[in-house]
């Protein structure tokens, strides 16, 4: 028998839920203006799909192009997961919806997210050294995301949303940025010691298989990473229609 929608998927008791590796299972990343899409089972990624645009226009056929290719059928999947941010809201959004109606199809009680901020500095930090290092995301006009790692060691660490340029304008630390646009913003050409991580959901899979970053389970059709210091309209009442 089917969840009643409102009452079991989403009131579920996320502690219970880990992510099923050796299960047939997707993960997708919509926060740029490319969307991927990856099809894992036994504890691999078997293949992965790109498409050039945002997930308003090109999720569902992103989607499909992987099922095509894989030789999946949407039935077959236990378990789905989703880059939450940081990066664009209405795209997180999106695939938020998209992701959580079809686990809602397959009786699953909810989905799995991953932050793109924690998954690069933990790519990032392995190459390192123990040199310190800022990893970067602009966001709108005059601020960063930004994650900094004192001593690359460290296995906890500090994410920032939206901190002012300023902040982050006189910093002598080594700096990787992730690229979320074709076109590098102006304000960020003081900074020439850019690199990018190359982070694929191949990394992401792999990373979270070995316990180095978090999937985390979500009983409700999970929001964007949250902003601080802008608002946007209220998730939870949208995510029911």
């Not at 299972?25 to 969307?35: E, K, Y």
């Not at 300023?166 to 080594?174: L, P």
Request: one cysteine or more; hydrophobic letters at 40%.
């Amino acid at each position: 028998m089917r969840p009643n929608l409102c009452e079991s998927v989403f009131n579920m008791d996320a502690t219970k839920n880990k992510f099923p590796f050796d299960s047939k299972s997707i993960l997708l990343d919509t926060c740029s203006n490319c969307v991927s899409a990856a099809f894992a089972n036994e504890g691999e990624i078997l293949h992965q799909e790109s498409l050039q645009g945002f997930a308003l226009e090109n999720i569902f056929n992103l989607l499909l192009k992987l099922k095509k290719e894989s030789g999946f059928e949407f039935a077959e999947i236990k378990a789905f997961a989703l880059c939450a941010g940081v990066g664009g809201v209405l795209g997180v959004r999106t695939a938020s919806a998209a992701l959580s109606t079809l686990a809602y199809s397959n009786n699953l009680s909810g989905i799995y997210t991953w932050s793109l901020m924690e998954t690069a500095a933990d790519k990032t930090k392995k190459t390192c050294g123990k040199n310190d290092f800022y990893i970067v995301i602009p966001s709108r006009k005059n601020f960063l995301n930004m994650v900094l790692i004192e001593n690359s060691n460290q296995t906890n660490f500090e994410i920032s949303y939206e901190e002012f340029l300023e902040k982050f304008e006189n910093s002598k630390h080594r700096k990787f940025f992730i690229k979320q646009r074709e076109i590098l913003d102006d304000r960020l050409k003081f900074i020439n010691s850019f690199e990018n991580p190359m982070l694929s959901l191949r990394d992401v899979f792999y990373a979270a298989k070995n316990s180095e970053i978090n999937f985390t389970f979500s009983a409700t059709p999970p929001d964007a990473i949250s902003i601080k210091k802008q608002e946007y309209v209220k998730w939870n009442s949208q995510a029911r229609i």
